[in-house]
């Protein structure tokens, strides 16, 4: 069990979501940054989809009634534990009555806190993600408060996870497969979506232009602020379906990339659509950050995605290894 002590709005309980449902207008949630919940969950043991704590808002404290086996993924935010520093991406043993900390991120926007067994909420439509906007899943669906408790899954691993396993931050480790920037802007790879070529020469200045992430923007979809871009000619379109990643361009000409809780259906045109590779990287995207998007080839986005997977499994292999030879000479 938990105790939330200090927390801010939008932190809430997050998996990875509930796919198979936006049919019915259900949006699928989950994490803004999964790939950091899928290292933080196979550090601990977990399955990759295992609910945990996703923070956007700093400070935010908790108490372990009881001890855990823990790890503090995604942004770097200068975790403690009674005071001592934490290692970021490196499990750590609480025992009853110690603290968590975690302060504003160094780097990144979204820490996950990820336990032993995972978070023991009532699943929704075979998810323990929280939907702030149907009031649903997670933690009563809303965002966390002081004094929630929570409680824990039993472990189901098989083996007693260990405390001093690491790993090295994914933005390193796939450094090789992320492209990078000389002025600090996010460069974001996305393909040309259906409407791209509507937008006549505006569509090569929405991919030459920096963007900048508006404050309007939440887990539902970043606003982009800069030289709006419009269609030659004004386009009304039925609603269709919506997915996470989609590039929609509202009549204000400002694009809007739709997140975790991305909407089912829309109108807008879609200008591009983000590979499902980067939308991690986006999903750790502070407000007010600067992106630049770069055309990408369906073989590209293939082979980033297969990099990750590849990593994810030395991950889940080396893990099990160390952590058996631990219980072997414990």
């Known amino acids: 069990m938990i105790e939330i002590i200090e927390t801010g709005p939008f932190n809430t309980v997050q998996d990875l979501g509930r796919p198979g449902y936006r049919k019915i207008g259900v949006t699928a949630s989950g994490a803004m940054d999964p790939f950091g919940l899928k290292i933080g969950n196979v550090l601990v043991g977990n399955a990759p ?8 808002t700093f400070p935010f404290r908790l108490r372990f009634t009881g001890p855990v086996v823990f790890t503090v993924t995604g942004a770097d935010c200068g975790a403690k534990l009674d005071e001592h520093p934490l290692l970021p991406w490196c499990t750590h043993a609480a025992d009853a009555g110690q603290a968590l900390e975690l302060g504003r991120p160094r780097t990144g926007a979204r820490a996950y806190l990820c336990f032993a067994g995972g978070l023991d909420v009532e699943p929704v439509m075979g998810s323990r993600s929280t939907s702030l906007r149907g009031a649903f899943g997670g933690n009563g669906g809303r965002f966390l408060t002081a004094t929630d408790r929570l409680a824990l899954c039993a472990e189901t691993s098989g083996h007693r996870p260990r405390a001093g396993i690491s790993v090295v931050d994914p933005a390193f480790a796939l450094a090789d497969h992320l492209p990078t920037s000389d002025d600090g802007s996010l460069i974001i790879r996305a393909l040309p979506a259906g409407e791209h070529d509507l937008f006549g020469n505006d569509a090569e200045r929405f991919w030459t232009q920096i963007w900048q992430i508006s404050s309007k923007s939440d887990r539902t979809g970043y606003r982009l602020s800069g030289e709006p871009v419009k269609p030659t000619t004004p386009v009304e379109m039925r609603s269709h379906g919506v997915v996470p990643g989609v590039i929609q361009v509202p009549p204000s000409g400002e694009p809007i990339v739709q997140m975790s809780d991305a909407n089912t259906a829309g109108g807008y045109p879609k200008i591009a659509g983000v590979i499902d590779a980067d939308l991690w ?21 293939l082979d980033v995605e297969k990099a990750m997977t590849l990593f994810l499994d030395d991950v889940r292999v080396t893990c099990g290894m160390v952590t058996r030879a631990l219980n072997t000479m414990a």
């Open 49 to 56: 989809g295992a609910a945990a704590i996703e923070v956007q």
């Open 281 to 301: 990287r986006l999903g750790q995207a502070r407000i007010g950050s600067r992106v630049r998007f770069v055309r990408a080839t369906h073989r590209e986005a």
